[in-house]
């Protein structure tokens, strides 16, 4: 086994959204931090829309799952028993090489569902905490958006001009005014203008632009950090006290071990708990920080359902700007005693038209268009014509959706694979029903001859959140307020599986800002651990 003998300051275990933003915020204040990500660098001009097989590397090399892309850097889960299918993408950039740029913040109320409505757990943070970590973030990642919208607290103005919601969007704008509902241009990660000296993102390739290996890293790695490629960390280690020494990963068919005062990890809500119960000794039988039982536990998505609306006018077929949504109605987003269930989901308008090869085999629905005599008659009814809605609810935490190891499945160095047991709640599923109506009612109000529904999708595991759940009490949560672990006092966690809930909005923001957060907490009052 190579022994590097730096010992880091800090080491840190993922190069994604949490753990480049971290990254960055450490190395510009002199602190020696070590990034081992699993990935490495996807090109800038990888899958470019222009050439004719570019939509099929969506089916190929650059499918959302794992599983099926398995390229020699990602690990095979097993997703038998659910009927979600996690996206995960390891790289410089980790996942939002893959993603849409969809960029809200949670609600005030995201975070004080207990005291709101009885039921899971207040998180130990509030907005008001996370709010100047959220401007910070904003301003790094050159978001896009609309300073003023009603629901939520008064932000700065944005860093770059709202994009355009395009036709498809203007005529969604009149059915919602028409029927009173909010909505709103949203924040979105790609500048629609030039920052930080980048051109502005046109959507011309199927990588997104919108990632941290063009915002944090660059940045990060001119401040000092050190970043390894196609590293895969098979193990924490830990002393005879119980504290973190480092890591031992495995990097050109080698075995190594990177040292360190302290240990962050940013390997997403199934990554982080797999290398946590992978990380098992006498200390730890049960895996490591895992006293309270509840690494791995907890899981949540957030369960998607799409509409899709056919249109009579032809609302255009070109190609750039981004895949997700710069256009949303949080009308339904909180709780209202009048429904069957709690808290809400947010509908999102997809601002993008489909490509000939993705309409032709769903898109967003994933019901083809089908072959035989009809098939040309139902392509051009959908081609240029269609708007979509996606929904995106909240998930309620429930100690059943959880993430285990797999008795018998590996990756190709022999570490034991995630298994995911994960089941839709009923209120989730009420949820969902109300959702597809209300999408389904804008569709038509806004002039759809024909609306097309899938209650939902299999395929939107992107968010993969509470697996290593933070709280104020050891034997009910993983990590404190910080993201310290409680059984492990220089270990630390920084992605979405340190959240109390799920709120029902794209996570990205609400976890950099946290990573942000935690960085300071070790530049500060935390910084004991690595001096």
């Known amino acids: ?14 190069a994604g959204a949490s753990g480049a933003a971290f990254t960055w915020s450490l190395a510009q204040a002199g602190i020696n931090v070590v990034c081992l990500e699993q990935g490495g660098w996807v090109p800038t001009d990888a899958f470019p829309t222009s050439e004719a097989d570019a939509h099929i590397h969506w089916q190929t090399d650059f499918h959302p799952d794992p599983g099926f892309r398995g390229l020699p850097e990602d690990y095979p889960i097993n997703e038998d028993e659910t009927p979600i299918a996690p996206l995960m993408y390891n790289a410089v950039g980790g996942s939002l090489i893959h993603w849409g740029a969809h960029f809200p913040r949670f609600h005030p109320s995201d975070f004080r569902v207990k005291t709101l409505e009885g039921v899971a757990d207040d998180w130990p ?14 301003r790094m990642m050159g978001v896009s958006g609309l300073r003023g919208d009603p629901a939520y607290p008064e ?46 993102d046109m959507g011309n390739f199927l990588r997104s632009f919108a990632t941290t290996d063009l915002t944090y890293w660059p940045e990060a790695l001119k401040s000092g950090a050190r970043l ?6 098979r193990e924490i280690t830990v002393d005879a006290s119980g504290n973190a020494t480092g890591v031992l990963y495995y990097q050109d068919g080698e075995l190594k071990e990177q040292k360190a005062k302290a240990v962050v990890l940013a390997c997403n809500g199934v990554g982080t ?44 077929t070109e190609e750039g700007g981004p895949r997700g949504s710069t256009m949303l109605s949080q009308e339904f987003y909180e709780t209202n005693a009048e429904r069957d269930f709690i808290r809400g989901y947010d509908l999102q308008v997809l601002a993008y038209n489909d490509a000939p090869l993705s309409a032709a085999i769903g898109s967003l629905l994933g019901q083809k268009v089908a072959w035989g005599e009809g098939h040309h008659d139902e392509f051009n009814e959908r081609f ?6 996606t929904i995106m609810t909240e998930d309620l935490p429930e100690e059943h959706n959880a993430v285990t190891l797999d008795p018998e499945l590996t990756d190709s160095d022999g570490i034991p694979a ?3 047991n994960y089941t839709v709640s009923e209120n989730t599923t009420k949820m969902l029903k109300h959702a597809v109506a209300r999408a389904t009612e804008v569709l038509e109000a806004a002039g759809a001859k024909k609306t097309v529904a899938q209650p939902l999708r299999r395929n939107a595991g992107w968010h993969l959140l509470g697996t290593a759940r933070m709280g104020e009490d050891p034997e009910t949560s993983v990590v404190d307020r910080w993201g310290r672990t409680h059984d492990v006092s220089n270990l630390f966690i920084i992605d979405g599986s340190i959240f109390t809930t799920s709120a029902c909005v794209n996570p990205t923001p609400t976890i950099q800002a946290l990573a942000l957060r935690t960085a300071d907490y070790l530049k500060g009052e935390g910084g004991q651990v690595i001096k």
Not at 125 to 138: A, I, K, Q, T
Not at 228 to 233: F, L, N
Not at 384 to 389: P, R, S
């Open 1 to 14: 086994m190579a022994n590097n003998e730096d010992i880091a300051d800090v080491l840190v275990v993922g």
């Open 155 to 200: 932000k700065p103005e944005r860093p770059c001009p709202p994009l355009s919601i395009r036709k498809s969007g203007q005529l969604l704008a009149k059915a919602f005014d028409k029927l009173g509902w909010h909505w709103w241009a949203s924040d979105t990660a790609i500048s629609s203008v030039r920052h930080h000296d980048q051109d502005p």
């Open 273 to 316: 708990a797999r290398l946590l119960l992978n990380s098992n000794s006498a200390l730890f039988p049960n895996g490591l920080a895992n006293s309270s039982g509840l690494v791995g536990k907890c899981l949540m998505h957030h369960p998607v359902g799409s509409v899709m609306g056919i249109f009579d006018d032809d609302l255009g």
């Open 125 to 138: 943070v509030s907005y008001e905490e996370l709010e100047p970590y959220y401007d910070e973030n904003d």
């Open 418 to 420: 995630p298994k995911l």
């Open 228 to 233: 390894e490629t196609y590293a895969r960390v």
């Open 384 to 389: 240029g014509h269609t708007i979509g809605i």
